[in-house]
C-alpha cells in the first residue's frame, strides 16, 4: 500500500510540476562507490531561481562497503565486507547550478538487502543477511559541467556520495560466533557522472563560453 502511493505520488508530481516553476531538466547519473558497485540515478527538477533547482531523484543499484568492527572484550579487530542491494532509493533533491559547476543534495528513503561477510582469525567467516528500509543523504558534492552543441546535452564528472544513513544493524553468524554491527551499510565516496538534458542551462553555458571566446 505504501509502495503504491508512493509511485502515485511520484507520478504525479513528475508529469504536473509547480505552476511557479520555470523550466524543467531531466538528469541520468551514474554513481560508482570506491569500494565496488553502482547506482543509476534518475532526477526531474525544475528551476526555481536564476540558479537553484529543486526536483526529485529516484534510483537503485549495488554499493560494495569494505570496513573493520573496532576489538571490543570478546573479540578481536575484524575485516568485513557488506554487498547491498539498493532498491528502490526516492526522495527530493535541491541543485544550485552554475554555468560550469554544480552543488547537490538530497535525502531519500531506501529499501535495502544486505549481505555480511565478517572474516574471524582462526574461525569460520561469519555470515548474515539484513533486509529494510532506511535513509540516507545523496549528494553529488562537486561536479564540473562541460556542454555538446552538437549534441544539445550537458555532460557532468565530479564527487560523490551517499551519507548519514539510517538502518537496520547488521549482524553475521557462524557456527562458533555471532557479531552485530551499527556499521552503515551504504555511507560510501563515489565517482559521479552524468548526463543532462531539457533545460536551459545549454543555452546558458553556451553564452559563457561564446562570452569567453570574445
Known sequence: ??????AAAVAAFISVPPAFAR??????AVEVPTDGGGMLMLSRSWRFARHFYA????????????????????HPELKASARTIVLPFIGPRITLAFPTVALSIGYAAFHARTD??????????????TSG???????????????????????GVGIGGFFGTTFADLKAASSVNEIQTNANPIDA????VKVLWGDD???RMQRSEDAEGL
Open 1 to 6: 500500500m505504501f509502495r503504491r502511493a508512493l
Open 23 to 28: 523550466q524543467a531538466s531531466t538528469e541520468v
Open 55 to 74: 526536483g526529485i531523484v529516484g534510483g537503485g543499484g549495488r554499493i560494495d562497503r569494505d570496513f573493520t568492527i573496532g576489538a571490543t572484550p570478546g
Open 116 to 129: 555480511l561477510d565478517v572474516h574471524w582469525p582462526g574461525a569460520p567467516t561469519l555470515t548474515g543477511r
Open 133 to 155: 528500509w532506511g535513509t540516507a543523504i545523496y549528494s553529488p558534492l562537486l561536479e564540473l559541467d562541460f556542454y555538446s552543441e552538437k549534441q544539445d546535452l550537458v555532460y
Open 189 to 192: 565516496l563515489t565517482v559521479h
Open 201 to 203: 542551462r545549454s543555452e
